[in-house]
């Protein structure tokens, strides 16, 4: 099943065109990797699929709903609620991560489901400490940011 769907997406800056028909879809339980040089155009196209950025042309649909399209030449996204919908869906991990320097490992990844999506405390920090133990990472959950690698 698709849980992203990015089609013909176009994005300049200026007269610098950034992204040029990129298209990619990601199926549930896939892990994706975008690489490429720097300046490529990889942490804009992150950009434009978590609505950082507005999109010049093309299509993004995120588990089954449109967030924008182009029609007629014109972008449309999706109304607010729509949008919304998906931004819980969806996250982005910045380049230069910005933690909470006082939160601990486990503390910085439960605070969204927390606060926004209203999970028990309980039940957000097993669903961290899965994640972590996928990444190999569960003996760093007591750990601050100042106390990890940028790596």
Do not use: W
């Not at 176009?10 to 879809?25: C, T, Y």
């Not at 998906?86 to 927390?114: D, S, W, Y």
């Amino acid at each position: 099943m698709k849980i992203l769907s990015v089609e013909n997406l176009e994005k300049s800056f200026g007269d610098l065109q950034v992204l040029k028909d990129i298209s990619m879809e990601v199926n549930h339980g896939e892990i994706v990797s975008i690489i490429g040089s720097s300046g490529s155009g990889k942490s804009t196209l992150l950009r434009c699929i978590n609505r950082l950025e507005t999109i010049d042309s093309g299509k993004i649909t995120v588990d089954g709903q449109i967030m924008v399209s182009t029609e007629n030449g014109k972008v449309q996204y999706a109304n607010n609620d729509i949008l919304n919908e998906i931004r819980l869906k969806t996250g982005l991990v910045f380049q230069n991560f910005n933690l909470f320097p006082h939160f601990n490992v486990l503390k910085n990844i439960t605070q969204a489901p927390i606060r926004v999506k209203k999970v028990p405390k309980d039940v957000a920090e097993k669903e961290a400490m899965d994640l972590l133990k996928k990444l190999g990472l569960e003996n760093r959950k007591d750990a601050y940011p100042h106390q990890l690698s940028g790596g």
